[in-house]
């Protein structure tokens, strides 16, 4: 089953059209325009299965959601830690800030040839609907498809809501 964070913080109900953008890229090789395209798929998902509606800003001033690439200590007292062990991290309602450990292999358009031929390689959608299901306000689910479960195997994919992360979203939104 889903679960929520501790006290059920949730994007209040006259915030529905959410606007993120992608702040801190200079350590990725991941290329601008790759990264808009994998994080608005990723949006979608819970865009359909919600009123939410997400829209990428250039100005990080005016975003709900920040984006950004980081390595080791980057000021939020949760150092990334190299490759592998912790991918991303992302912060509960109404914080909004999303960051990915720049330490990672990442593969951006779910080549699943060089993921499951690349050991360490992490597909970046599966993640980012992952931790786009934080921001929003879910916990970890216990069901093992569900895109909230606490891992996921290396060298996979998994990019689409279970019908626990929706039952889990709608419960919310
Ligand atoms: N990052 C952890 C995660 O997002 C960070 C974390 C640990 C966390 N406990 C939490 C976040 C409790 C919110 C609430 O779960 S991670 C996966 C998965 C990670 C793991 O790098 O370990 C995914 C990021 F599920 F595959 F293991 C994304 Cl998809
Ligand atoms: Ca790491
Ligand atoms: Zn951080
Ligand atoms: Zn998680």
Redo the contacts with the bound molecule.
Sequence with gaps: LYSYFPGGPMWPPFRRNLRYAITSTSATTIDRATLSTVFARAFSRWAAATNLRFTETASASDADITIGFYSGDHGDGEAFDGPLGTLAHAFSPTDGRFHLDAAESWVANGDVSRLSSFGSAVDLESVAV??I??LLGL??SSVPDSI?Y?TIRTGTRKVELESDDVLGIQSLY
Excluded: Y
Aim: hydrophobic share 10%; proline share 12%; net charge negative.
């Design positions: 992952h931790e299901g934080h916990g970890h909230m606490p």
